[in-house]
């Protein structure tokens, strides 16, 4: 072989090596890509924005979880602690004056929705039905709703209006979390008694529902609620899921 061939012969063996090495490293890479899997702490939370109505909020996509309750159950209260942020939703002092649907991102495409109390008195009937109209409206329509914590006084739990929408949630094959609020007003006796009477009504409806004590003032049962709240909200998600014409059947209509 000639000097000039057995060069060329080297380097065509040395690029051959190279391109083999490329392509290993390449498809060795895609391999060990970790999954896109998101790890959420609650305490990132970061206000949004406030709607009116949904048309005002984010995109459809991702992962919601919504807070509900009647007003004054304690929802804006276990907001912030279950965030660690004082002052994140505005404990309102006025039973029913949290009336827009207020967002807090958690992560990216990652939100907790804060939405309208219902079951207040004391306010003009008109903007009732309009505050109303916005939760129901959420409900039905929300595609990216994939969990609900539902807010109740550990002293008087599954109202109607709290029935409604956990029957609509079972309906729905909507997770709902339970949560009894300002359970350190109980003894803890009598706070376990409510817990299972709770648990013993709801479980008549078949359907991934969750109860769970709660206090504000104390932290009780926070760091269950969060570790629910997070599983929901770390799920794999696909947009662009058409919505299944039963979703639409039943509304939850509020007062
Ligand atoms: N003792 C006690 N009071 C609470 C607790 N959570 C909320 N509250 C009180 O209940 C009232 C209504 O709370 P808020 O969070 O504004 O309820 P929201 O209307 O559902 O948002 C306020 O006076 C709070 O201080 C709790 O865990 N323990
Ligand atoms: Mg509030």
Same mark, same amino acid.
């Not at 595609?143 to 729905?172: E, Y």
């Given at each position: 072989?000639? =000097?000039?061939?057995?060069?060329?012969?080297?380097?065509?063996?040395?690029?051959?090596?190279?391109?083999? *090495?490329?392509?290993?490293?390449?498809?060795?890479?895609?391999? $060990?890509?970790?999954?896109?899997?998101? =790890?959420?702490?609650? #305490?990132?939370?970061?206000?949004? %924005?406030?709607?009116? &109505?949904?048309?005002?909020?984010?995109?459809?996509?991702?992962? *919601? $979880?919504?807070?509900?309750?009647?007003?004054?159950?304690?929802?804006?209260?276990?907001?912030?602690?279950?965030?660690?942020?004082?002052? /994140?939703?505005?404990?309102?002092?006025?039973?029913?004056?949290?009336?827009?649907?207020?967002?807090?991102?958690?992560?990216?495409?990652?939100?907790? +929705?804060? /939405?309208?109390?219902?079951?207040?008195?004391?306010?003009? !009937?008109?903007?009732?039905?309009?505050?109303?109209?916005?939760?129901? *409206?959420?409900?039905?329509?929300?595609?990216? /709703?994939? @969990? %609900?914590?539902?807010?109740?006084?550990?002293?008087?739990?599954?109202?109607?209006?709290?029935?409604?929408?956990?029957?609509?949630?079972? &309906?729905? &094959? !909507?997770?709902?979390?339970? /949560? !009894?609020?300002?359970?350190?007003?109980?003894?803890?006796?009598?706070?376990?008694?409510? +817990?299972?009477?709770?648990?013993?009504? !709801?479980?008549?409806?078949?359907?991934?529902?969750?109860?769970?004590?709660?206090?504000?003032?104390?932290? #009780?049962?926070?760091?269950?609620?969060?570790? %629910?709240?997070? @599983?929901?909200?770390?799920?794999?998600?696909?947009?662009? *899921?058409?919505?299944?014409?039963? &979703?639409?059947?039943?509304?939850?209509? @509020?007062?």
């Amino acid at each position: 072989m000639s =000097k000039k061939n057995y060069k060329f012969t080297v380097l065509c063996i040395f690029l051959i090596i190279k391109v083999k *090495e490329k392509r290993y490293n390449d498809e060795n890479f895609t391999r $060990v890509k970790p999954l896109s899997s998101t =790890k959420i702490h609650l #305490t990132k939370a970061a206000f949004t %924005i406030s709607a009116p &109505d949904i048309r005002r909020l984010p995109a459809d996509s991702g992962i *919601e $979880v919504a807070f509900a309750g009647r007003s004054n159950a304690g929802k804006s209260s276990a907001l912030n602690t279950l965030t660690n942020q004082r002052g /994140l939703a505005r404990i309102s002092k006025t039973p029913g004056r949290t009336q827009l649907i207020n967002v807090f991102e958690v992560a990216e495409n990652r939100r907790l +929705v804060d /939405l309208p109390g219902y079951g207040f008195a004391q306010v003009p !009937l008109a903007m009732k039905k309009k505050w109303q109209k916005a939760l129901g *409206e959420y409900l039905e329509k929300r595609q990216c /709703l994939k @969990g %609900i914590v539902v807010l109740m006084d550990i002293r008087h739990p599954l109202k109607d209006l709290d029935m409604d929408l956990i029957q609509w949630a079972a &309906d729905s &094959d !909507l997770p709902v979390l339970a /949560l !009894l609020t300002k359970c350190d007003k109980l003894s803890q006796g009598k706070r376990s008694a409510e +817990v299972l009477a709770v648990k013993k009504a !709801l479980s008549t409806l078949n359907a991934d529902i969750k109860v769970q004590a709660f206090s504000s003032l104390k932290y #009780t049962g926070k760091e269950q609620a969060d570790a %629910i709240i997070c @599983g929901w909200l770390e799920q794999e998600v696909q947009d662009g *899921e058409l919505p299944e014409e039963d &979703d639409f059947d039943d509304s939850f209509e @509020g007062e």
